[in-house]
């Protein structure tokens, strides 16, 4: 009995085989990007919208203290203004002075409003005030965006009501 032993011959399949996993890794590393790229917008994202509501916070916390610098001074802030108006407001914590800006987002999102060295806007609208409180919603958005709707491009401004002890 003889033993039949078939040799096979692979010539070149190296190459192939390394082209082959040339092109399964170059895949697999643009799909990593990808989720790397989409990873860093939300990060991005997150963090314009985390600095809007700091800075809407801090503005709020400002206003009381100018409600409480109130009770002590003659010329009192919080009477000057008008209910239903929006004032624009400076990083230093001041009211801007001028005219009050109307509630159209195209009116104080203007550079004139728009804090020094910040690609964010800051104003309060006061609702309604009596003699021992006063409502505010302090709006702030970034004057780099459209500040519609949230996505993948654009960030809607951001909007806090806030109680101010008088």
Known sequence: MEKYTQEKKYEGLGFVEALIALTVSGIVSVV??????????ELRQLDVQDAIAQHAVSTSVILQKIAIQDMTRDEKVFDELNSGSCYGFNLDGSIKEGAPVSENRSSYS??????????YFRIFCLKSKDARKALVEIVVGSNKMAGKVTTDNDIKDYSYLAIINR
């Open 32 to 41: 990593l990007m990808n989720i790397s790229i989409s990873t860093l917008r």
């Open 110 to 119: 203007m550079s004139s409003l728009v804090e020094e060295d910040s690609e």
